[in-house]
């Protein structure tokens, strides 16, 4: 056999993906409920504030739309971090990890499979729910209208909206990939954190991370500050060459956690010494 096919079998790997999604389905389903019940509560209840109390002329775009996209990028990286401190949640209690162990599959497939769920599959589902409330206070207040004429309208997930646009989350389209590497680090953190910590790995993690921005935090951002204002050109180094640095050392180091979170995942043992 070859040593690809040892560390990684299609079927198997199939299987796994299966029996993760069939055996945690009850758990999953609830989160996604919470996570739609979230979305929903606050656009709703930040809507109605809206609505009732609006100035000025009639609006050209719904009011509503730039807070939901500052609620889409906040929750994005929260959740995102829940969910990559979720990874290895199986290996908490010592059935837990004898049930991970004994699988008939390699520790590879076996990562793999959860590192989709909770990366992959946490994007999507995030997306969804996002949707599905954002559809909810559409419908809600179409069907009982404000007393102020307004605009009600889904809020748009297109990039001519997400980009450069007044409502915009992001102000130019260069700045797209240091968002999305700076997201993917920040969930790779939580996953190693999950790796290393099987109990309370979520706040251990945040208290790791805390301590980390303390001690280098500032440094780097106020260097960042002086590199980054008014977006000119330093004597040292331009805006975007900063962004382009930027966007490589989070995309490196979520790569670089990734694989240091398989590396430990590999190394489980039936009685967690940490």
């Known amino acids: 056999m070859k040593a690809q096919e040892t560390l990684f079998s299609m079927p198997r790997f199939a299987h796994v993906l299966r029996k993760e ?8 389903l609830l989160r996604i409920v919470l996570m739609y019940g979230v979305f929903a509560v606050i656009f709703l209840l930040y809507a109605y504030d809206r609505y009732n109390h ?6 050209e775009i719904d009011p509503v739309w730039a807070f939901e996209l500052d609620v889409f990028v906040t929750l994005l990286f929260v959740m995102g971090a829940l969910s990559g401190s979720l990874l290895m949640e199986r290996m908490k209690r010592k059935t837990g ?5 004994m699988l008939p599959a390699t520790m590879f497939e076996k990562y793999l499979s959860r590192w989709l769920l909770y990366t992959v599959g946490f994007l999507l589902v995030f997306l969804l729910t996002f949707v599905l409330a954002d559809l909810t206070r559409v419908v809600v207040f179409t069907l009982f209208p404000p007393e102020q ?5 889904p809020v748009p997930l297109s990039s001519i909206y997400l980009v450069g646009h ?3 989350i992001i102000e130019h389209t260069k700045e797209i990939k240091t968002f999305i590497a700076a997201y993917f680090f920040l969930q790779s953190f939580y996953m190693l954190g999950s790796a290393v910590w099987s109990k309370h790995a979520f706040i251990k993690t945040t208290a790791v ?9 500032g440094t780097v951002g106020f260097l960042g500050w ?9 004597p040292f180094i331009s805006y975007h060459t900063f962004i ?15 694989v240091l979170a398989y590396v430990r995942f590999k190394e489980s043992e039936l009685i967690n010494r940490w």
Do not use: D
């Open 149 to 153: 004429v307004v605009k009600i309208q």
């Open 21 to 28: 999604l069939t055996e945690g389905w009850k758990v999953n």
């Open 166 to 168: 007044p409502i915009g």
């Open 226 to 234: 002086l590199l980054m204002e008014n977006r000119s050109v330093t």
């Open 54 to 59: 609006l100035s000025g002329s009639a609006q």
């Open 244 to 258: 382009k640095l930027v966007t490589t050392f989070f995309g490196v180091m979520a790569l670089v956690n990734w």
């Open 97 to 101: 990890r004898l049930a991970q162990l």
């Open 209 to 217: 991370g805390m301590l980390i921005l303390l001690l280098y935090g």
